[in-house]
């Protein structure tokens, strides 16, 4: 199975995604933030090489880390059981910083 065992046991009972602003202006592309959501929910893909990485748990808000494509991802399934995507970085260092900015992320999660 190619989800991660966190991912996979919670993936049945997500109700929503949800799309972030900044992700999609990250993205600086609509259609390309649809396929990675899809990909992120089909759990089947192939491609990504880097799928459900679990990072940690932030105030009950499971965060996640995505590549597709040098594509850096990240996604967190919320206390509503909704899947969030927070932010994608074509910049590695960017991302790092951003996984370790918890003030950030929960800035993020308080808006969408």
């Known amino acids: 199975m190619n989800c991660h065992s966190h991912f996979s046991s919670i993936r049945p009972f997500i109700k929503e995604a949800v799309i972030s602003k900044h992700f999609i202006k990250d993205l600086n592309n609509e259609e390309e933030a649809e396929l990675i959501v899809n990909d992120v929910l089909d759990c089947s893909n192939t491609?990504?090489?880097?799928?459900?990485?679990?990072?940690?748990?932030?105030?009950?808000?499971?965060i996640f880390r995505a590549k597709k494509e040098g594509v850096h991802i990240v996604y967190c399934v919320d206390k509503q059981i909704r899947i969030v995507f927070l932010r994608a970085f074509r910049n590695y260092s960017e991302y790092g910083k951003f996984l370790e900015d918890k003030k950030e992320i929960k800035n993020l999660l308080a808006h969408v």
């Open 47 to 62: 491609d990504f090489t880097e799928l459900h990485k679990f990072e940690e748990s932030l105030d009950g808000n499971l």
